[in-house]
């Protein structure tokens, strides 16, 4: 086992999940690695807690690696720090005049795992598999993919789709030959890692693919930690992991030989409200759509203007994270004209009152026509800082005279309830198809997407123009548009979600470990944090 060098902070490591401890003495046995300025060479292996398993394994074909990096695989292309294309395994991509045809052209020095060469027919295998299983990497829009010869593949859509760019960032490619039933439990790629082992539920161990075509990295062993936020604390600061992923809660103190890494992102927590009445209408499946308090505008307009994002930020994020003015923030298709306003609770009782919202018993809550001001926040009952944001929430809705029940829930009950109920939602992606998924009425029901039913015409109209637009350009401008257009339209002003904040995620990173130029990371599942992990280096 490789150790490091003998500093005050790390004088154990483990590669058991923690079970043994070393003690780093003279007479323990083994040697100890010296850093290159004394003399000797530097470790050579990480360990990491970044955050749990997957469920369903390392199938790029059912999701794995759409958020980070897919770590055994290449994809044909990438997103740099500054979330602009690169290429991967692609050399280049073109889209015919009609938005249907896309040509990619891949390189040829690159092999998999097994020493197989990587081919197009094996990324047409890929998509095409992918577009069939329906997997959690959305390839729907794909007609047929087809190999035009050794390197070069075709991929026909049923209908122009601008945001078919990101399945070429975010899918990883399969060996036809190796594509086999357990697949996701043994992966074969052509990524800069390999799998070695998997104890499930305490680690996993990869090493370094020496055929990779790209950038090798400078580890040749990375060793994944399974473990829960307590136990990843204790670990860092035992000085067992070399990065640990940890809550903005726990992120306030220091540890000795290692810094405090608060990477920006676009994962945002927000409020989904029900947005029409309660007619008694079902879903296919039975589930109750409606609620009579939230279905008015004035009320969704004046909970987000009654909302403090920075107190939010301040008090339940320690500071890690900023306000939230939207579900895209930051990116190339958001548009910051659509950002509500600081908190204004004058404005929101005056928004309250115009819409006859009055409270005419003096017991601090409004009515309107007979019924209370008053409705139920749900949360995921074991999410501490969803829990935090619902609570802060209710606290600031009470003066304007609007009561909220924050109730704490399994996700099958919100599952059962969430067109009824408003719920505390996080979303957060490089993928702006998320943002035509939340207020497309044509999502309104499905799965999580616009749970509460919200649809505007002119909105649907701006979304499905971004989506079929040929060119990078009018799709962000289409986008833009369904926030706020020239005619003062847009879902911003239909308020269908409070949008609360957006997190930093929080790393303690040892001190000696260059993590290079990071990205603004999307949602936190997976392990964003590895995007970049082939430029990652010791500096002492």
């Known amino acids: 086992?490789?150790?490091?060098?003998?500093?005050?902070?790390?004088?154990?490591?483990?590669?058991?999940?923690?079970?043994?401890?070393?003690?780093?003495?003279?007479?323990?046995?083994?040697?100890?690695?010296?850093?290159?300025?004394?003399?000797?060479?530097?470790?050579?292996?990480?360990?990491?807690?970044?955050?749990?398993?997957?469920?369903?394994?390392?199938?790029?074909?059912?999701?794995?690696?759409?958020y980070g990096s897919p770590l055994f695989q290449s994809t044909l292309l990438k997103r740099a720090a500054d979330l602009s294309l690169t290429h991967d395994l692609a050399t280049d991509y073109r889209v015919s005049a009609d938005g249907l045809t896309w040509t990619v052209d891949i390189r040829t020095d690159a092999?998999?795992?097994?020493?197989?060469?990587?081919?197009?027919?094996?990324?047409?295998?890929?998509?095409?598999?992918?577009?069939?299983?329906?997997?959690?990497?959305?390839?729907?829009?794909?007609?047929?993919?087809?190999?035009?010869?050794?390197?070069?593949?075709?991929?026909?859509?049923?209908?122009?789709?601008?945001?078919?760019?990101?399945?070429?960032?975010?899918?990883?490619?399969?060996?036809?030959?190796?594509?086999?039933?357990?697949?996701?439990?043994?992966?074969?790629?052509?990524?800069?890692f390999e799998l070695v082992s998997w104890e499930k539920g305490q680690q996993m161990v990869v090493q370094r693919n020496d055929d990779y075509y790209g950038e090798l990295p400078s580890f040749e062993r990375l060793v994944f930690l399974f473990t829960d936020e307590d136990a990843t604390l204790a670990a860092a600061r035992a000085g067992q992991v070399d990065v640990a992923s940890v809550p903005s809660a726990m992120a306030t103190g220091s540890i000795a030989g290692m810094r405090l890494e608060a990477v920006p992102s676009i994962d945002n927590r927000g409020i989904a409200f029900p947005t029409v009445p309660d007619e008694g209408r079902t879903t296919e499946a039975g589930l109750p759509i409606g609620n009579d308090v939230t279905a008015d505008l004035a009320i969704r307009e004046a909970v987000s203007r009654a909302i403090d994002r920075q107190q939010l930020v301040d008090g339940v994020l320690e500071g890690f994270g900023s306000p939230a003015t939207g579900p895209v923030d930051g990116t190339p298709w958001h548009e910051p004209a659509a950002a509500v306003d600081d908190a204004d609770p004058d404005a929101a009782i005056a928004l309250l009152e115009e819409a006859g919202w009055v409270d005419t018993d003096g017991d601090g809550v409004r009515e309107k026509d007979g019924v209370r001001a008053e409705f139920t926040l749900l949360y995921p009952a074991s999410d501490t800082l969803r829990q935090g944001l619902a609570l802060s929430v209710v606290d600031m809705a009470k003066p304007v005279g609007i009561s909220i029940r924050a109730e704490g829930v399994s996700w099958e009950e919100?599952?059962?309830?969430?067109?009824?109920?408003?719920?505390?939602?996080?979303?957060?992606?490089?993928?702006?198809?998320?943002?035509?998924?939340?207020?497309?009425?044509?999502?309104?029901?499905?799965?999580?997407?616009?749970?509460?039913?919200?649809?505007?015409?002119?909105v649907d109209a701006h979304l499905d123009a971004a989506l079929a637009a040929r060119d990078e350009e009018t799709a962000n401008r289409e986008w833009r548009a369904a926030q706020l257009d020239e005619h003062g339209g847009g879902f911003t002003g239909d308020h269908p979600w409070a949008w609360l904040v957006n997190l930093d995620h929080t790393y303690f990173v040892d001190e000696c470990l260059d993590l290079g130029e990071l990205q603004t990371e999307p949602h936190g599942h997976g392990w964003p944090i590895t995007a970049g992990i082939q430029s990652w280096r010791w500096t002492c």
């Open 1 to 66: 086992m490789l150790r490091r060098p003998a500093r005050p902070r790390r004088v154990a490591r483990t590669l058991a999940a923690l079970a043994v401890a070393v003690t780093l003495a003279a007479g323990c046995g083994g040697t100890v690695d010296e850093r290159s300025d004394g003399g000797g060479s530097v470790p050579t292996e990480l360990t990491l807690a970044v955050g749990g398993e997957p469920d369903d394994g390392f199938d790029p074909t059912l999701g794995w690696g759409r």
């Open 111 to 192: 092999v998999f795992s097994d020493g197989q060469p990587v081919t197009a027919e094996d990324v047409a295998y890929t998509f095409n598999t992918a577009a069939q299983q329906g997997g959690l990497t959305d390839v729907t829009a794909l007609e047929r993919a087809t190999a035009v010869d050794q390197d070069t593949v075709e991929m026909r859509l049923v209908e122009p789709r601008s945001t078919f760019v990101n399945r070429l960032v975010s899918l990883g490619i399969v060996p036809e030959h190796a594509h086999s039933a357990d697949y996701a439990q043994h992966p074969v790629g052509s990524g800069p």
């Open 414 to 458: 919100i599952d059962r309830r969430l067109h009824v109920d408003a719920v505390v939602f996080g979303w957060g992606s490089h993928d702006p198809t998320e943002m035509y998924n939340l207020y497309h009425s044509a999502q309104a029901g499905i799965e999580l997407w616009n749970p509460g039913f919200y649809a505007d015409a002119t």
